[in-house]
């Protein structure tokens, strides 16, 4: 499975900006959680938002009210809008996939991916 993250940016404080991460593979494969993370220079890598298969989310309370994460299933992405954006949003975005691939149309096994990780700055 390949993750291609794209959307970031240089936007002034205030702006939006929409993260993607797409999936693609040879496998059949069925999203199970899809979660952002980022980790800005010197700081450690912190969970963003995360959706899970069943629709329900969860956000760091950093970015509660600001971003929203949402999935297409029919396009295998996950977004990650991003809105009233701060400096302190600076930092690289990391998208990671937990999934079940199928092998033969039977479930063969579980296993997470992460992207390339797409660079997110917030300056005037």
């Known amino acids: 499975v390949q993750l291609q993250a794209s959307g970031g940016g240089l936007v002034q404080p205030g702006g939006s900006l929409r993260l993607s991460c797409t999936a693609s593979s040879t496998y059949m494969f069925s999203f199970n959680i899809m979660t952002w993370f980022r980790q800005a220079p010197g700081k450690q890598r912190e969970l963003v938002a995360s959706v899970a298969l069943n629709g329900s989310t969860n956000y760091a309370e950093s970015v509660k009210g600001r971003f929203a994460i949402s999935k297409d299933y029919a396009r295998n992405t996950v977004y990650l809008q991003m809105s009233s954006l701060k400096p302190e949003d600076t930092a690289v975005y990391l998208c990671?996939?937990?999934?079940?691939?199928?092998?033969?149309?039977?479930?063969?096994?579980?296993?997470?991916?992460w992207g390339q990780g797409t660079q997110v700055t917030v300056s005037s």
């Open positions: 990671n996939i937990d999934l079940t691939y199928y092998i033969n149309n039977q479930p063969a096994g579980r296993k997470d991916f």
